[in-house]
């Protein structure tokens, strides 16, 4: 049997996830961040598009593995434009802890005025950036919390004038761009709540590494089919973009091996046709497939399914079993994705068993998968391994063998 060599090139480097600038109360207190837009390469958010460079830092704020990135989870701000605003897909934040920033260059027509009070109803907070005090922004002023003013664009009787104006309204005014103690100073007799200016801080680059789509999918699928009870209706929303995945599933189920009474029809027969056990790891098998070439895809799933066989080996009862099946499959996410396995795990709802196994290399669940590592390098670089009973490298090819089988009539 031809083994695969698998090496970590896959690895993700660090890079720049966005900026975060603090905002900060009168008594110096950071209150909130906003966030700012920033590439590796130097192309700012207008060059990249504002729906863009809007949808990246939403994904490298949510995905993102970083030190730095805990705090900034909330509140933030985050600048959105008018066709981010009114798509389908916004916003995967809670309402709670984020407020949208209208930016300038947006045109506030009745239909977009209707959308932000739309979101307002359920529950997200607005700020109006750089504001211009123009009569097209009037409507909006009642749906916002916050204004947001560039100091150095107004004299501050300009200033004071419009927030006596729009004082019956419950806004709390933000001062930008305060870059001395004395304009400080000014703006709070102004009246200013909350402040943001190179005086009190400067945005400070938040780097680290993002996660792949296909492996966030992995992990929320992970999440979903591994609790004591999945969530039937949200697994098929799930698998709803995986066509292929479900035609798949779908032929194994309506196949001889699992005929009843009537073929399958939908996900939701589909598990109950094949079981939980066996339908998280027909789902699991092809996803993984489909996201990953298949010689990684090969060794994980080896690794995954030898790890459970050897808890049979060892008479573990059949939860830890499925237990040892997961954390095979999760030690190899750095092959399938390049994230540490640890990093990954921080993300994922599972047993603390996992976990621990994972992060800590504690319990017989690590000790099965030092066991699998051991044989899978001894097979890449063709030498001895050591003490490893050829029992378990019996298993170990038996597991592969199924897998390689398994990967085949997929093909088909």
Not at 57 to 62: K, R, S
Not at 155 to 165: D, F, G, L, P, V
Request: aromatic content about 10%; overall charge negative; proline content about 4%.
């Amino acid at each position: 049997m031809q083994q695969h060599k698998i090496s970590n090139s896959r690895e993700q480097r660090i890079q720049s996830l966005f900026a975060a600038q603090p905002i900060f109360d009168r008594n110096n207190n950071r209150v909130a961040v906003e966030l700012l837009y920033r590439s590796d390469n130097g192309i700012t958010a207008l060059e990249l598009g504002d729906n863009r460079a809007t949808t990246e830092l939403l994904y490298n704020l949510c995905s993102g593995i970083s030190s730095q990135i805990a705090q900034y989870n909330a509140p933030v701000f985050i600048n959105v434009c008018a066709d981010f605003l009114l798509s389908d897909s916004f916003l995967p934040l809670d309402a709670d802890n984020v407020v949208i920033e209208l930016v300038e260059r947006i045109t506030p027509d009745p239909d977009f005025i209707a959308h932000v009070a739309a979101f307002k109803r359920r529950g997200f907070r607005f700020a109006l950036d750089d504001f211009e005090f123009t009569a097209d922004w009037e409507p909006l002023i009642a749906l916002a919390d916050f204004i947001k003013v560039d100091i150095l664009q107004h004299n501050y009787a300009e200033i004071k004038s419009h927030m006596h104006r729009l004082r019956s309204y419950p806004l709390e005014w933000l001062a930008e761009r305060v870059e001395t103690p004395e304009q400080f100073e000014q703006c709070k007799a102004l009246g200013f709540t909350l402040f943001q200016g190179y005086f009190l801080a400067r945005p400070e680059l938040v780097t680290g590494k993002t996660v792949p789509p296909a492996a966030l999918k992995m992990a929320d699928l992970i999440n979903n089919l591994f609790r004591d009870e999945p969530d039937i209706n949200k697994l098929s929303l799930q698998l709803n973009d995986e066509p292929a995945l479900v035609m798949s599933m779908l032929r194994i189920a309506n196949s001889p091996l699992y005929r009843k009474t009537r073929e399958v029809n939908s996900v939701k027969e589909l598990i109950m046709r094949l079981g939980l056990d066996l339908a998280r790891k027909w789902i699991l098998m092809f996803s993984v497939l489909n996201r990953c070439g298949p010689a990684a895809a090969g060794l994980v799933l080896s690794r995954a399914y030898t790890a459970q066989q050897l808890a049979v080996l060892w008479h573990v009862d059949s939860v830890k079993q499925s237990q040892f099946f997961l954390t095979g499959l999760l030690s190899g996410v750095d092959i399938l994705f390049g994230i540490a396995p640890a990093e990954f795990v921080a993300q994922l709802n599972v047993a603390e068993d996992i976990k621990n196994a994972i992060c800590m290399h504690s319990g017989d669940a690590a000790k099965a998968v030092d066991i699998i590592k051991t044989i899978e390098n001894a097979y890449a670089m063709k030498r001895n391994a050591g003490d490893v009973k050829a029992d378990y490298f019996a298993v170990y090819n038996q597991q592969q063998h199924y897998v390689q089988e398994k990967f085949s009539g997929f093909s088909r």
